[in-house]
């Protein structure tokens, strides 16, 4: 007993405490120093960063659901500049997605958490100045819708800080927890903005709220995260990591999957509330007392709350055999949301768009649990570069193109409704994406071949 005693303080008093919340000889792997004050200094870092990305998926998709109240408010513009507004968050996030991910070793996890949630500040109040006046420009709302992107761009950077701090045997459950209070944050902010610019306008929209409501909780988290989280002097860029995951063919493999399952979450999460108004406008919103609820925001709310469950399937079956069954319900969900239409049934409509938006939940804690496991049964080193090096940066660099599909489901929306006057077009369109998702899922990851990787 006395020996473990001396061995947790001689670990605890390694770490070093430096000024402006530095911390230094940290080594989560380290049993004695994780037990004494790790742990605690782990869990408190993941709770901010946990809120703080919950804001930035906030913002990102604040437009999905303003530009449903647009015309309502006095805007007039055309439905292609619709669908330009709820896309264009999700290509500038994306993109973001990619320098967020060294900005953690370049200023501390901390420090740029502080930075990040702050950054949120300037979407939230360019829309709220931009939807007071229906005389504002597209082009203005464009750029401003463009700023959303900063909420994207989190992800990244708040998975890449939390993977610092936690030691491999808790690393999944850590960046599980961070990813899915991040992804609820759309599902919340589809939820609360009718309620609350429908809420005592007597008869109007004060539109300008779905902005300004989220100031005060950016400054609590930032201020949070300025109080309570840390950097790590130990958190350093992996630029040769990420260079030597370009160059292995199973990260484009698994982009392309991650396309499917995580893009269409968020691709789907955007345009809900549009589909939902262009289909059924009499179920558009619902009455409650004086405010509005709309139902879009059930189903980001179901992709956010299936992601762990896909996690944990593809750790009892496997992560290749989910993600087949996941890509095929999708591709049977969609083909049944078009054949359906006609029907003109609302709470169908509902009930197959909640199975698809459950399956590419539960797709994206499948493809995500397969991108380690594959790298590790490469079982070849780039060089100095390490297969776990090598996967660590290729989560980073698969979620950043994933999150292109945020841009693409809208676009693709778009060009349908534009060109036939249905999006008929579009979700035969995502029926066979899918089909091919599926079929390349089980020719690299399911087929027993000596080409193959092998079953992950």
């Not at 961070?178 to 539109?207: H, R, S």
């Not at 991650?258 to 619902?286: Q, R």
Request: aromatic letters at 14%; proline letters at 5%.
């Amino acid at each position: 007993m006395s020996v473990d005693r001396t061995v947790t303080q001689e670990s605890a008093a390694a770490l070093q405490h430096r000024p402006g919340r530095w911390i230094a000889n940290w080594n989560p792997e380290d049993q004695a120093q994780w037990e004494s004050t790790g742990r605690g200094i782990a869990r408190r870092n993941l709770r901010w960063s946990i809120a703080c990305e919950f804001l930035g998926f906030v913002v990102w998709q604040l437009w999905s659901i303003v530009v449903v109240y647009l015309p309502a408010a006095g805007f007039n513009f055309t439905t292609p500049e619709i669908f330009w507004l709820i896309s264009m968050p999700s290509l500038v996030g994306a993109t973001l997605r990619i320098p967020y991910t060294f900005m953690v070793p370049r200023f501390g996890g901390r420090n740029w958490t502080v930075i990040s949630a702050l950054l949120l500040l300037i979407p939230s109040v360019g829309l709220a100045l931009c939807v007071s006046t229906p005389d504002t420009p597209f082009g203005v709302m464009l750029g401003v819708a463009a700023l959303a992107g900063f909420g994207g761009g989190n992800f990244a950077s708040s998975m890449a800080n939390i993977t610092f701090f936690y030691p491999a045997r808790e690393k999944g459950w850590a960046l599980g927890l961070n990813a899915a209070g991040g992804n609820l944050g759309a599902a919340v902010a589809q939820l609360v903005v009718p309620l609350v610019i429908a809420a005592g306008a007597a008869a109007t929209l004060n539109l300008p709220l779905a902005g300004w409501i989220w100031i005060p909780l950016i400054l609590v988290a930032a201020f949070g995260a300025w109080k309570y989280m840390d950097n790590l002097s130990s958190a350093k860029s992996d630029l040769a990591g990420s260079l030597a995951a370009l160059r292995e063919p199973h990260l484009w493999v698994m982009a392309f999957l991650y396309i499917g399952t995580f893009g269409s979450f968020i691709g789907f999460s955007g345009v809900f509330p549009k589909l939902i108004l262009d289909s059924f406008p009499e179920f558009s919103t619902f009455a409650l007392g004086p405010a509005a609820l709309s139902l879009a925001f059930l189903g980001p709310l179901v992709g956010s709350l299936a992601r762990p469950y896909g996690g944990r399937l593809a750790d009892r079956w496997g992560g290749a055999r989910i993600t087949v069954a996941a890509f095929a319900v999708m591709a049977l969900a969609a083909l049944a949301v078009v054949w359906t239409l006609p029907a003109s049934n609302f709470w169908l409509f509902l009930g197959l768009f909640l199975v698809l938006f459950a399956a590419a939940g539960a797709g994206n804690g499948s493809t995500y649990r397969m991108i380690p496991m594959i790298f590790a049964l490469r079982g070849k080193e780039d060089g100095q570069v390490s297969t776990g090096r090598k996967a660590a940066a290729a989560l980073g660099l698969i979620s950043a193109i994933g999150a292109y599909g945020g841009f693409v489901v809208p676009q693709m929306l778009n060009a349908s409704k534009s060109a036939t006057g249905t999006y008929d077009a579009a979700f035969y369109g995502f029926v066979t994406a899918y089909a091919l998702m599926l079929l390349v899922t089980w020719f690299f990851y399911l087929r027993r071949s000596p080409s193959s990787v092998g079953r992950v």
